[in-house]
């Protein structure tokens, strides 16, 4: 990747590129009124408020407004937006089928036998969110299926639901920057012309630290905050342990990341594992589970050919006849991938507002700002780094595009006072995977929303009251704070400090 970007023709804006920022800014402004003033969390209102930004940038433009158009195109079709669409997809409807089988009154009934009540929950969870996203890779994928699945099960043991929600995002946090087969550790290393096996042993240290504060973090807040009670009626029954059957397809996702697969084929092999897993349980009576809890074609019962095809064998399972007004396609599978679709939109409406800041040179400016005024030590240039990133990240809240952005100037600042590259690598990828899940608008929290606002529908028991407004919830994403204060006081102290002569690394071949 190149330090500058020249290989397309410039966005030229009146005001100059201070201008490139109004569509992100918008956005921004309008995500803090909305979730952080009004208290509304709604993705679909976030979409509108990012198209509005991509609007108001348009009169500013100088020249053709298509290259302005253009350049919205070029952002829409960026690797790093369809990396997670495709996350979310695939992890909600993996999700879903899961606990379709029972598993989250599994987890309620392994949780009452082991004796883990509502205030130790959060703590358990963080390190278990944190063991998955470490093993398959994605905070995002984590959080959508910790979420759907861990989420209940807390709220059932009579946890603090925002405590709760917190831990998983910080488990997701501690993975996306560990995991050797995470987007944001990749890009880190490969950035700063690291390996990646390298870049990783070298960020332990830093993980460690911030996650022992975290876990004890959790450990008191479990304690001091409030819990309530299970709601009535909702105890799980004996047969609720075949519900845990389903760690089998964990593992399989876990394991086949592991072994280097890629995160839609572990996953893809999680869904269809938990689907036979589905249909043995619910044919051996053990779960009230069956083929159409998992996929199901709703037709007109004024269709002949629905009415033949519902009493046919095999097809029958996935065919039901409704009154005309009710007909649609539903199960897990269904549900698990459509209640992402606003937030995929303005994923990719986000990384096409960042391509035109890029490409009015708004980013440019910026690092050349920071890099001429304010980085002229080594400590202030770490220092620069850790802020620098964080910024960029309030911005652009998908954590990899983030990444991406701020890269060329880590590594210029880097170069320019002889800072290794795993050094570099560590402190970008450190506030990209923390702030990411932290800002109220930032991925993997709407992430988190998203798949949240589909549990009134999935369990009786869960109102809307008891979803999570994702302003409420950055105070107690512990780990990804602590992580930013890591890197902080290791800017300030030089703790963990290496130069290009401490030792070598070069540019990874396998990405």
């Known amino acids: 990747m190149s330090d500058t970007t020249t290989e397309e023709s410039p966005l030229r804006f009146r005001g100059g590129p201070a201008a490139s920022t109004i569509p992100i800014g918008v956005f921004v402004l309008w995500a803090v009124f909305q979730s952080g003033v009004l208290g509304i969390g709604d993705t679909a209102g976030l979409v509108v408020g990012m198209l509005v930004g991509l609007i108001a940038g348009l009169p500013f433009v100088r020249g053709d407004w298509k290259t302005y158009a253009d350049a919205i195109f070029e952002g829409m079709t960026q690797k790093v937006a369809a990396t997670a669409a495709v996350a979310w997809l695939w992890a909600g409807m993996f999700a879903n089928t899961i606990q379709a089988g029972g598993f989250v ?41 910790f979420v759907t699945l861990v989420f209940p099960a807390g709220l059932l043991l009579g946890t603090n639901p925002i405590l709760l929600f917190g831990a998983i995002l910080s488990g997701a946090v501690f993975g996306d920057n560990l995991a050797p087969v995470s987007d944001t550790t990749i890009v880190s290393a490969v950035t700063q012309d690291a390996d990646i096996g390298g870049v990783v042993a070298s960020r332990i240290k830093y993980a460690a630290v911030a996650a022992v504060l975290a876990f004890v973090s959790y450990l008191a807040a479990g304690v001091l905050l409030p819990t309530g009670s299970a709601p009535a009626g909702t105890t799980p029954g004996s047969g609720a342990v075949f519900g845990l059957l389903h760690l089998i397809p964990v593992t399989i996702v876990i394991v086949t990341a592991v072994r280097g697969r890629h995160i839609v084929e ?6 269809a594992s938990a689907f036979v897993l589905n249909v043995l349980l619910g044919y051996f009576g053990r779960v009230d589970v069956g083929v159409s809890d998992m996929l199901v074609f709703a037709a007109s019962e004024g269709s002949n050919l629905a009415t033949t095809l519902d009493t046919a064998p095999l097809v029958g399972a996935v065919v039901e006849t409704v009154p005309a007004g009710e007909t649609g396609v539903g199960g897990s599978l269904y549900n698990g991938a459509v209640g992402f679709f606003p937030l995929i939109v303005l994923t990719l409406l986000i990384v096409a507002g960042a391509q035109i800041m890029r490409r009015g040179g708004g980013f440019e400016a910026l690092q050349t700002w920071l890099l001429d005024t304010v980085a002229t030590s080594v400590r202030r240039a770490e220092v620069t780094m850790v802020f620098g990133t964080a910024l960029v990240n ?16 880590v590594r210029t600042l880097g170069r320019r006072f002889n800072i290794n590259g795993y050094r570099r690598a560590n402190i970008l990828d450190a506030n990209t995977s923390a702030l990411g899940y932290i800002f109220p608008w930032g991925g993997g929290v709407l992430a988190g929303y998203s798949a949240m606002q589909s549990l009134p529908a999935e369990y009786d028991w869960f109102t809307v009251e008891m979803l999570v407004n994702p302003a409420a919830v950055f105070p107690y994403v512990f780990h990804g704070w602590f992580l930013v204060a890591v890197f902080i006081v290791a800017a300030v102290t030089g703790f963990g400090r ?3 002569s401490d030792r070598s690394s070069e540019e990874v071949s396998r990405v």
């Open 394 to 409: 309030a911005m652009v809240t998908i954590n990899t595009a983030a990444e991406i952005a701020i890269a060329p100037y």
């Open 266 to 271: 572990a996953v893809s092999w999680g869904i």
């Open 498 to 500: 290496e130069y290009v």
């Open 105 to 145: 009154d599994g987890l309620v009934w392994a949780a009452n036998a082991a004796d883990v009540g509502a205030a130790l929950f959060p703590a358990v969870t963080f390190l278990l969110a944190g063991l998955l996203a470490t093993g398959i890779g994605t905070g995002y994928g984590t959080t959508i299926a």
